[in-house]
């Protein structure tokens, strides 16, 4: 068996066949190769130290860091032919310290992310006040409460909606009218409909299409809410 080379410095190799310690004669999981031939963790003064296997790079890296004695684990593969990395050993104390360390960063990033929900829910409820306020000004005759309705569904983040769009962020006045059109198409109108009997959606659009107008009509007029 020959020893790995590696830059990161000692090298623990996980054993695919049986073998024995070249000092004591017993066996274990793991194995470091001297010159007399392999040797168990303890024969290696190695075996206070405890296996982290390789899947979390920041433990790792912290635990590696903290522990003054550290291995690298490695694994011969048959089918790749060559060693890949399995983990690390270290130092008890030093993963201890490590996922201390971890999970502190995991709390601050769980309330960093708790305090961008609230901020994001506080700018997505003054948006849709300005949004509401604005098809108010367009439609006057739109009921209030509808008028708010259609604000805090085409506002609403991560839909992909028009008032989500950079025209409705910026309230642009063809993205509201195509909010408020859509909801109208949906709201007062046989479109829902049409669509589950088969009918094609164009062909939909196109038959709804003065039930909307005359919505968009009564609703520019001041008072006919």
Known sequence: MTQPVTSSGLVVIQPVRDWACADCGGTGDLLRMDDAGPLCLPCADLGHLVFLPAGDAALTRRATKASSLSAVVVRWS???KRYERQGVLVEEQSLTVA???????QDARMRRRERDQVRRADEDERFQVRL????????PGCPPGRAVAIARHTGKRGTGRVGRSAAGRALDEDAITLAVIASIRHEETG???????GLPRDAARDRV???IERVLTTWRQPGSA
Do not use: N, V
């Not at 509401?132 to 367009?138: D, P, Q, T, V, Y």
């Not at 479109?191 to 009997?197: E, G, N, R």
């Open 78 to 80: 048959r089918t790749r």
């Open 209 to 211: 299409r003065p039930a």
């Open 132 to 139: 509401a306020r604005e098809i108010s000004r367009m439609f």
């Open 99 to 105: 996922e201390e360390q971890c999970l502190t960063d």
């Open 191 to 197: 479109y829902d409909t049409l669509l589950m009997s």
